[in-house]
Nanobody
Framework: QAQLAEYGGRSVREGESLKLSCVASGRFFATSGMGWFRQATGKEREFVASIVWLGEPTFYADSVKGRFTITKDNSKNTLYLEMNNLRPEDTAVYYC?????????????????WGQGTQVTVSS
């Protein structure tokens, strides 16, 4: 089991870019996948993007496809989310998470280890 910590959230203007990081520590290498999720005020936490940890496939929510890119650096136990052309609708607390159950990489219920979240605010 790993502990996750997100970094990089801040306030930006619409159209700007931002890169988030998530650093994993502890017994991380059993994880099959890592993902980014977000939760806006008053809304359910939702899937954003995920990646196979020891592989190449990536997955994206339709709302961010073409704008966000998920990457990783296994040697640094670090997950990234490059967010481009940000919109006010992207405003949320962003969480990284490690997949702990078998199944779809887009299913939030299969992720069991979570970071504390980092706030991203996009102003119009």
């Amino acid at each position: 089991q790993a502990q996750l910590a997100e970094y990089g959230g801040r306030s930006v203007r619409e159209g700007e870019s931002l890169k988030l990081s998530c650093v994993a520590s502890g017994r991380f290498f059993a994880t099959s996948g890592m993902g980014w999720f977000r939760q806006a005020t008053g809304k359910e936490r939702e899937f954003v993007a995920s990646i196979v940890w020891l592989g190449e496939p990536t997955f994206y929510a339709d709302s961010v496809k073409g704008r966000f890119t998920i990457t990783k650096d296994n040697s640094k136990n670090t997950l990234y989310l490059e967010m481009n052309n940000l919109r006010p609708e992207d405003t949320a607390v962003y969480y990284c998470a490690a997949k702990t159950e078998m199944g779809a990489y887009t299913d939030i219920e299969l992720y069991g280890i979570w970071g504390q979240g980092t706030q991203v605010t996009v102003s119009s």
